[in-house]
Protein backbone atom coordinates (compact mmCIF):
# COMPACT_ATOMS: atom_id res chain seq x y z
CA UNK A 1 0.00 0.00 0.00
CA UNK A 2 1.06 3.22 -1.03
CA UNK A 3 1.36 5.68 2.22
CA UNK A 4 4.05 8.63 1.26
CA UNK A 5 4.61 11.07 -1.70
CA UNK A 6 8.25 11.68 -2.44
CA UNK A 7 10.63 14.21 -4.47
CA UNK A 8 12.06 12.84 -7.24
CA UNK A 9 13.20 15.58 -9.44
CA UNK A 10 13.43 19.31 -9.21
CA UNK A 11 13.84 21.86 -12.39
CA UNK A 12 13.87 25.84 -12.71
CA UNK A 13 13.52 28.16 -15.32
CA UNK A 14 14.67 32.24 -14.57
CA UNK A 15 13.69 33.75 -18.09
CA UNK A 16 17.30 35.36 -19.50
CA UNK A 17 16.61 39.03 -19.48
CA UNK A 18 18.24 39.99 -15.67
CA UNK A 19 18.06 43.28 -13.93
CA UNK A 20 20.68 44.11 -11.18
CA UNK A 21 19.47 47.09 -8.94
CA UNK A 22 21.49 49.45 -10.48
CA UNK A 23 19.76 48.50 -14.08
CA UNK A 24 16.63 48.78 -12.47
CA UNK A 25 17.42 52.13 -10.61
CA UNK A 26 18.67 53.57 -13.79
CA UNK A 27 15.45 52.42 -15.53
CA UNK A 28 12.97 54.12 -12.41
CA UNK A 29 15.30 57.13 -12.79
CA UNK A 30 14.82 58.28 -16.39
CA UNK A 31 10.81 57.55 -14.83
CA UNK A 32 11.67 60.06 -12.47
CA UNK A 33 11.16 57.23 -9.71
CA UNK A 34 13.91 57.73 -6.99
CA UNK A 35 15.40 54.44 -5.25
CA UNK A 36 19.09 52.91 -4.70
CA UNK A 37 20.97 50.05 -4.99
CA UNK A 38 21.74 50.28 -1.06
CA UNK A 39 18.10 50.99 0.03
CA UNK A 40 16.87 47.80 -1.93
CA UNK A 41 19.55 45.64 -0.71
CA UNK A 42 19.57 46.73 3.10
CA UNK A 43 15.83 46.38 3.31
CA UNK A 44 15.36 43.36 1.26
CA UNK A 45 18.76 41.40 0.38
CA UNK A 46 17.67 41.47 -3.24
CA UNK A 47 20.00 42.67 -6.11
CA UNK A 48 19.14 41.20 -9.24
CA UNK A 49 15.44 39.97 -10.63
CA UNK A 50 14.28 38.39 -13.95
CA UNK A 51 12.04 39.54 -16.01
CA UNK A 52 10.37 37.86 -19.04
CA UNK A 53 9.88 39.92 -22.68
CA UNK A 54 6.41 40.53 -24.16
CA UNK A 55 4.43 37.34 -25.37
CA UNK A 56 6.59 35.04 -22.81
CA UNK A 57 4.18 33.39 -19.94
CA UNK A 58 4.06 31.88 -17.05
CA UNK A 59 3.16 28.56 -19.16
CA UNK A 60 6.66 29.49 -21.09
CA UNK A 61 8.28 29.39 -17.64
CA UNK A 62 6.95 26.67 -16.14
CA UNK A 63 7.74 24.36 -19.35
CA UNK A 64 11.42 24.76 -18.96
CA UNK A 65 11.14 23.80 -15.41
CA UNK A 66 9.16 20.81 -15.78
CA UNK A 67 11.55 19.75 -18.89
CA UNK A 68 14.09 19.99 -16.50
CA UNK A 69 12.36 18.65 -13.30
CA UNK A 70 11.32 15.11 -15.83
CA UNK A 71 14.43 15.00 -16.87
CA UNK A 72 16.38 14.99 -13.32
CA UNK A 73 13.49 11.96 -12.47
CA UNK A 74 14.60 10.29 -15.87
CA UNK A 75 10.74 10.60 -16.39
CA UNK A 76 8.78 11.74 -19.48
CA UNK A 77 5.27 13.76 -19.38
CA UNK A 78 3.73 10.62 -20.41
CA UNK A 79 5.01 9.12 -16.92
CA UNK A 80 2.50 12.10 -15.05
CA UNK A 81 -0.68 11.53 -13.76
CA UNK A 82 -1.48 14.83 -12.24
CA UNK A 83 -0.47 17.75 -13.01
CA UNK A 84 -0.82 21.28 -10.66
CA UNK A 85 0.26 24.78 -11.49
CA UNK A 86 0.42 27.34 -8.41
CA UNK A 87 0.09 30.86 -9.96
CA UNK A 88 -1.21 34.11 -9.65
CA UNK A 89 -0.14 35.66 -13.35
CA UNK A 90 -2.24 32.53 -15.86
CA UNK A 91 -1.93 33.01 -18.96
CA UNK A 92 -5.53 33.63 -19.41
CA UNK A 93 -8.60 34.32 -17.25
CA UNK A 94 -9.41 30.86 -18.35
CA UNK A 95 -8.71 27.83 -18.97
CA UNK A 96 -6.29 27.19 -16.61
CA UNK A 97 -2.37 27.66 -17.29
CA UNK A 98 -1.92 23.63 -15.92
CA UNK A 99 -4.00 23.35 -19.01
CA UNK A 100 -2.27 24.75 -21.35
CA UNK A 101 1.11 23.69 -19.90
CA UNK A 102 -0.21 20.09 -20.84
CA UNK A 103 -0.72 20.40 -23.96
CA UNK A 104 2.41 22.33 -24.54
CA UNK A 105 4.10 19.43 -22.74
CA UNK A 106 2.16 16.53 -24.78
CA UNK A 107 3.50 17.58 -27.96
CA UNK A 108 7.84 17.14 -26.76
CA UNK A 109 7.64 13.39 -28.55
CA UNK A 110 5.28 11.13 -29.91
CA UNK A 111 5.35 9.46 -26.67
CA UNK A 112 4.60 12.66 -24.21
CA UNK A 113 1.05 12.74 -26.38
CA UNK A 114 0.43 10.28 -22.86
CA UNK A 115 0.34 13.29 -21.11
CA UNK A 116 -3.33 14.22 -22.16
CA UNK A 117 -6.18 13.13 -20.23
CA UNK A 118 -4.21 13.53 -16.59
CA UNK A 119 -5.92 16.06 -14.54
CA UNK A 120 -4.52 19.31 -14.66
CA UNK A 121 -5.55 22.88 -12.63
CA UNK A 122 -4.15 25.57 -11.16
CA UNK A 123 -3.84 26.50 -7.23
CA UNK A 124 -3.76 30.54 -7.21
CA UNK A 125 -2.83 31.07 -3.07
CA UNK A 126 -0.06 33.78 -4.40
CA UNK A 127 3.14 33.23 -2.62
CA UNK A 128 2.09 30.33 -0.66
CA UNK A 129 1.02 28.82 -3.74
CA UNK A 130 3.74 26.17 -4.14
CA UNK A 131 2.88 24.96 -0.45
CA UNK A 132 -0.40 24.58 -1.23
CA UNK A 133 0.35 22.84 -4.84
CA UNK A 134 2.45 20.48 -3.13
CA UNK A 135 -0.11 19.81 -0.35
CA UNK A 136 -2.79 19.24 -2.24
CA UNK A 137 -0.42 16.50 -5.10
CA UNK A 138 0.82 14.67 -1.64
CA UNK A 139 -3.05 14.39 -0.62
CA UNK A 140 -3.96 13.08 -3.88
CA UNK A 141 -1.05 10.40 -4.40
CA UNK A 142 -1.22 9.17 -0.97
CA UNK A 143 -5.41 8.85 -1.41
CA UNK A 144 -3.95 6.51 -4.60
CA UNK A 145 -5.29 9.16 -6.68
CA UNK A 146 -2.34 9.48 -8.82
CA UNK A 147 1.36 7.86 -8.90
CA UNK A 148 2.81 10.50 -10.41
CA UNK A 149 2.80 14.32 -10.02
CA UNK A 150 3.90 17.18 -11.53
CA UNK A 151 4.01 20.34 -9.28
CA UNK A 152 4.76 24.17 -10.68
CA UNK A 153 5.05 27.49 -9.15
CA UNK A 154 5.29 29.81 -12.18
CA UNK A 155 5.23 33.70 -12.24
CA UNK A 156 5.07 36.98 -14.65
CA UNK A 157 4.69 38.80 -11.90
CA UNK A 158 6.40 41.89 -13.70
CA UNK A 159 3.03 42.22 -15.15
CA UNK A 160 1.20 43.21 -12.24
CA UNK A 161 4.27 45.86 -10.98
CA UNK A 162 3.16 49.34 -11.09
CA UNK A 163 6.47 50.70 -11.75
CA UNK A 164 5.89 54.28 -10.36
CA UNK A 165 5.69 52.75 -7.21
CA UNK A 166 8.80 52.12 -5.54
CA UNK A 167 7.75 50.32 -2.91
CA UNK A 168 6.51 47.76 -4.64
CA UNK A 169 7.95 47.32 -8.45
CA UNK A 170 11.66 47.10 -6.64
CA UNK A 171 10.69 43.36 -4.82
CA UNK A 172 9.57 41.40 -7.50
CA UNK A 173 10.89 38.95 -9.99
CA UNK A 174 9.61 36.61 -13.17
CA UNK A 175 10.40 32.83 -12.93
CA UNK A 176 9.38 28.92 -12.72
CA UNK A 177 10.28 25.62 -10.63
CA UNK A 178 8.92 22.54 -10.67
CA UNK A 179 9.41 19.36 -8.55
CA UNK A 180 8.32 15.62 -10.00
CA UNK A 181 6.05 13.79 -6.69
CA UNK A 182 6.15 10.47 -7.33
CA UNK A 183 4.29 7.03 -4.95
CA UNK A 184 6.52 5.96 -2.69
CA UNK A 185 6.29 2.78 0.69
CA UNK A 186 8.90 5.70 2.26
CA UNK A 187 8.91 8.92 3.38
CA UNK A 188 8.56 11.59 0.82
CA UNK A 189 6.40 13.97 2.79
CA UNK A 190 6.03 13.58 6.04
CA UNK A 191 3.47 16.40 6.79
CA UNK A 192 1.37 19.82 5.14
CA UNK A 193 0.14 22.47 6.95
CA UNK A 194 -2.01 25.14 5.12
CA UNK A 195 -4.19 28.00 6.34
CA UNK A 196 -5.88 31.36 5.13
CA UNK A 197 -7.27 34.50 6.60
CA UNK A 198 -9.00 36.34 4.09
CA UNK A 199 -9.62 39.23 6.62
CA UNK A 200 -6.32 40.05 5.53
CA UNK A 201 -7.16 40.77 1.60
CA UNK A 202 -6.75 44.07 0.86
CA UNK A 203 -2.93 44.34 2.68
CA UNK A 204 -1.75 42.65 -0.59
CA UNK A 205 -3.82 42.38 -3.63
CA UNK A 206 -4.26 43.03 -7.38
CA UNK A 207 -7.80 44.47 -7.02
CA UNK A 208 -8.68 44.77 -10.95
CA UNK A 209 -11.08 42.40 -12.73
CA UNK A 210 -12.03 41.96 -15.87
CA UNK A 211 -15.67 43.27 -16.46
CA UNK A 212 -17.64 43.31 -20.13
CA UNK A 213 -14.49 43.64 -22.01
CA UNK A 214 -12.59 46.05 -19.92
CA UNK A 215 -10.72 45.95 -16.69
CA UNK A 216 -12.50 47.35 -13.72
CA UNK A 217 -10.16 48.46 -10.37
CA UNK A 218 -6.37 49.02 -10.17
CA UNK A 219 -4.78 45.98 -12.13
CA UNK A 220 -1.48 46.44 -10.20
CA UNK A 221 0.15 45.21 -6.70
CA UNK A 222 -1.24 47.20 -3.74
CA UNK A 223 0.70 45.99 -0.34
CA UNK A 224 1.03 47.52 3.21
CA UNK A 225 4.72 46.37 3.06
CA UNK A 226 4.56 46.57 7.37
CA UNK A 227 1.54 44.82 8.01
CA UNK A 228 2.96 42.18 5.17
CA UNK A 229 6.08 41.43 7.01
CA UNK A 230 4.27 42.05 10.65
CA UNK A 231 1.96 39.46 9.75
CA UNK A 232 4.81 36.89 7.38
CA UNK A 233 6.87 36.51 10.34
CA UNK A 234 3.93 35.64 12.72
CA UNK A 235 2.45 32.95 10.37
CA UNK A 236 5.41 31.56 9.42
CA UNK A 237 6.74 30.81 12.91
CA UNK A 238 3.35 29.15 13.89
CA UNK A 239 2.81 26.88 10.54
CA UNK A 240 6.82 25.76 10.85
CA UNK A 241 6.22 24.42 14.95
CA UNK A 242 2.88 22.99 13.54
CA UNK A 243 4.19 20.77 10.56
CA UNK A 244 7.20 19.80 13.02
CA UNK A 245 5.02 19.10 15.70
CA UNK A 246 2.91 16.99 13.08
CA UNK A 247 5.61 14.88 12.05
CA UNK A 248 6.87 14.36 15.93
CA UNK A 249 10.02 16.36 15.27
CA UNK A 250 11.63 19.48 16.07
CA UNK A 251 13.61 22.36 15.13
CA UNK A 252 16.86 21.02 15.77
CA UNK A 253 16.06 18.21 13.20
CA UNK A 254 15.54 20.43 10.29
CA UNK A 255 18.78 20.20 8.01
CA UNK A 256 17.68 22.80 5.45
CA UNK A 257 14.89 25.75 5.69
CA UNK A 258 13.83 26.11 2.27
CA UNK A 259 11.29 29.73 2.80
CA UNK A 260 9.31 31.33 0.50
CA UNK A 261 12.07 34.45 -1.08
CA UNK A 262 10.26 37.47 -0.51
CA UNK A 263 13.37 39.54 1.71
CA UNK A 264 16.17 38.08 3.51
CA UNK A 265 15.06 40.37 6.91
CA UNK A 266 11.33 37.96 7.27
CA UNK A 267 13.94 34.48 6.59
CA UNK A 268 16.46 36.13 8.96
CA UNK A 269 13.50 36.44 11.65
CA UNK A 270 12.17 32.80 10.91
CA UNK A 271 15.67 31.32 11.03
CA UNK A 272 16.18 33.16 14.43
CA UNK A 273 12.77 32.13 15.74
CA UNK A 274 13.59 28.04 14.78
CA UNK A 275 17.53 28.60 16.29
CA UNK A 276 18.68 27.72 12.82
CA UNK A 277 21.93 28.84 11.39
CA UNK A 278 21.71 30.74 8.25
CA UNK A 279 24.22 28.17 7.04
CA UNK A 280 21.15 25.78 6.81
CA UNK A 281 18.65 28.18 4.68
CA UNK A 282 18.52 28.35 1.14
CA UNK A 283 18.92 31.46 -0.07
CA UNK A 284 17.98 32.79 -3.79
CA UNK A 285 16.52 36.14 -3.02
CA UNK A 286 19.70 38.03 -4.21
CA UNK A 287 19.42 36.49 -7.15
CA UNK A 288 15.56 36.44 -8.39
CA UNK A 289 13.55 38.88 -5.74
CA UNK A 290 10.34 37.76 -4.94
CA UNK A 291 9.04 35.12 -7.02
CA UNK A 292 5.86 34.55 -5.78
CA UNK A 293 4.79 31.04 -6.08
CA UNK A 294 8.02 30.15 -8.24
CA UNK A 295 10.42 31.53 -5.15
CA UNK A 296 10.53 27.78 -3.10
CA UNK A 297 10.57 25.36 -6.04
CA UNK A 298 13.48 27.94 -7.59
CA UNK A 299 15.54 27.60 -3.98
CA UNK A 300 14.78 23.95 -3.49
CA UNK A 301 16.11 22.95 -6.94
CA UNK A 302 19.29 25.53 -6.69
CA UNK A 303 19.83 23.43 -3.59
CA UNK A 304 19.85 20.52 -5.17
CA UNK A 305 21.75 21.14 -8.15
CA UNK A 306 24.39 22.42 -6.16
CA UNK A 307 24.82 19.32 -4.10
CA UNK A 308 23.67 20.34 -0.65
CA UNK A 309 20.28 18.13 -0.16
CA UNK A 310 21.78 14.94 0.65
CA UNK A 311 19.54 11.95 0.34
CA UNK A 312 17.65 11.59 3.75
CA UNK A 313 18.07 14.71 5.09
CA UNK A 314 14.93 16.45 6.60
CA UNK A 315 13.43 19.91 5.08
CA UNK A 316 11.23 22.33 5.48
CA UNK A 317 9.42 24.65 2.79
CA UNK A 318 7.31 27.45 4.28
CA UNK A 319 5.68 30.37 1.82
CA UNK A 320 3.37 33.23 2.89
CA UNK A 321 1.51 35.55 0.60
CA UNK A 322 -1.99 37.71 -0.71
CA UNK A 323 -5.09 36.62 1.48
CA UNK A 324 -3.11 36.04 3.88
CA UNK A 325 -2.65 32.44 2.71
CA UNK A 326 0.52 30.50 4.07
CA UNK A 327 1.30 27.09 4.99
CA UNK A 328 4.51 24.37 5.40
CA UNK A 329 5.55 21.13 3.67
CA UNK A 330 7.98 18.50 5.71
CA UNK A 331 9.94 15.89 3.83
CA UNK A 332 12.44 14.16 3.98
CA UNK A 333 14.89 14.10 0.64
C1 LIG B 1 8.53 46.77 1.63
C2 LIG B 1 9.59 46.87 2.72
C3 LIG B 1 10.91 46.39 2.18
C4 LIG B 1 9.72 48.34 3.11
O1 LIG B 1 10.69 48.46 4.14
P1 LIG B 1 10.39 49.32 5.43
O2 LIG B 1 11.59 49.26 6.27
O3 LIG B 1 9.09 48.83 6.01
O4 LIG B 1 10.23 50.73 4.81
P2 LIG B 1 9.03 51.77 4.98
O5 LIG B 1 7.83 51.30 4.23
O6 LIG B 1 8.90 52.08 6.44
O7 LIG B 1 9.63 53.00 4.25
C5 LIG B 1 10.77 53.67 4.74
C6 LIG B 1 11.14 54.77 3.81
O8 LIG B 1 11.70 54.21 2.61
C7 LIG B 1 11.06 54.77 1.49
N1 LIG B 1 11.06 53.82 0.40
C8 LIG B 1 10.14 52.87 0.12
N2 LIG B 1 10.53 52.16 -0.97
C9 LIG B 1 11.70 52.69 -1.37
C10 LIG B 1 12.59 52.40 -2.41
N3 LIG B 1 12.37 51.40 -3.30
N4 LIG B 1 13.72 53.12 -2.52
C11 LIG B 1 13.99 54.10 -1.66
N5 LIG B 1 13.18 54.44 -0.64
C12 LIG B 1 12.06 53.74 -0.51
C13 LIG B 1 9.67 55.12 1.98
O9 LIG B 1 9.07 56.10 1.16
C14 LIG B 1 9.96 55.63 3.36
O10 LIG B 1 10.40 56.95 3.26
P3 LIG B 1 9.96 58.04 4.37
O11 LIG B 1 10.52 57.51 5.66
O12 LIG B 1 10.62 59.27 3.87
O13 LIG B 1 8.46 58.05 4.33
C15 LIG B 1 9.20 46.07 3.99
O14 LIG B 1 8.07 46.61 4.61
C16 LIG B 1 8.92 44.64 3.67
O15 LIG B 1 9.82 43.90 3.38
N6 LIG B 1 7.66 44.20 3.76
C17 LIG B 1 7.29 42.86 3.40
C18 LIG B 1 7.09 42.84 1.93
C19 LIG B 1 7.00 41.46 1.38
O16 LIG B 1 7.81 40.64 1.64
N7 LIG B 1 5.94 41.24 0.58
C20 LIG B 1 5.70 40.01 -0.06
C21 LIG B 1 5.19 39.01 0.90
S1 LIG B 1 4.77 37.59 0.03
Not at 124 to 142: I, K, T
Not at 228 to 238: D, I, M, N, S, T
Not at 320 to 329: D, H, L, P, R, Y
Request: with cysteine; glycine share 10%; hydrophobic share 45%.
Amino acid sequence: MTLFSRIVGTGSYLPPRRLTNADLVAELAAKGVETSDEWIVERTGIQARHFVVDGVNSSDLAFEACKQALAAAHLGPQDIDLLIVATSTPDMVFPSTACILQHKLSQLSPQAAGIAGAPAFDVQAVCAGFVYALSVADAMVRAGNARRALVVGAEVFSRLLDFNDRTTCVLFGDGAGAVVLEASDTPGILATDIHADGKHVGLLCVPGHVHGGQILGDPVLKMDGQGVFKLAVGVLEETARTVLAKAGLQDSDLDWLVPHQANIRIIQSTARKMKLPMDKVLLTVAEHGNTSAASIPLALDAGVRAGKLQAGQLVMLEGVGGGFAWGSVLFRY
